[in-house]
């Protein structure tokens, strides 16, 4: 394959969640290389890492992202979409560190105090690198101090809550006020099944996602 049609392949996979050869999803692809095996012959091809990513990965995950948001797609094929993505990325990782490839930013996400729910914050992250950010998950029942701790640690980071009760949602006010008071310039974004828009203007967060893809449109527009 040339490189053009390695990295048709490679998106492909991605985008229907063929990890490796021996992954038996999707069943059209049974027996063909995946994410992992063309990843890695992008690499020994020449191909750029920063073309694989945005030329592969990005615009697959972009894809899987705004099925999910047209309910084309649901959970179960978003995850292992994710998970032939992460396989990619583990190869492309060096070359991050390395400062060869830039990520777009840095986003620090966690499902807030007393709220121990992670699948919908999960997805939100696998997306969100998968567009070519950063992540820095902190995981669930996250308060105020361990977000503005993080934000310390990463300079310039959007932050992102996450909840999935009402009960918990409440808590999202308190965490939004104490970030603005230490960094006000940090930008938050909040979403999870009993958020609205209105709820984050009301708390004085920036921006509401509804689906992990509103999540990238948000954070693609700061650095547009």
Known sequence: MNNDELLLKLLECVEYGKVNKDAPYP?????????DELTRQA???GIKPADILDNALIKAMEKVGQKYAEKKIFVPQMLVAAKAMNTAMEHLKPYFSSGEVRKKGKFIIGTVSGDLHDIGKNLVAMIVEGAGWEVIDLGVDVGSQ??????ANHNGAVVGLSALLTTTMVNMKSIVMDIKAKYPGTRLIIGGAPVNESFSAEIGADGYASDPQGAVSYLNSLVA
């Open 43 to 45: 690499l020994a091809q």
């Open 27 to 35: 069943p059209q692809m049974k027996g063909q290389d995946g994410a």
């Open 146 to 151: 361990k977000f503005i701790q993080s934000i």
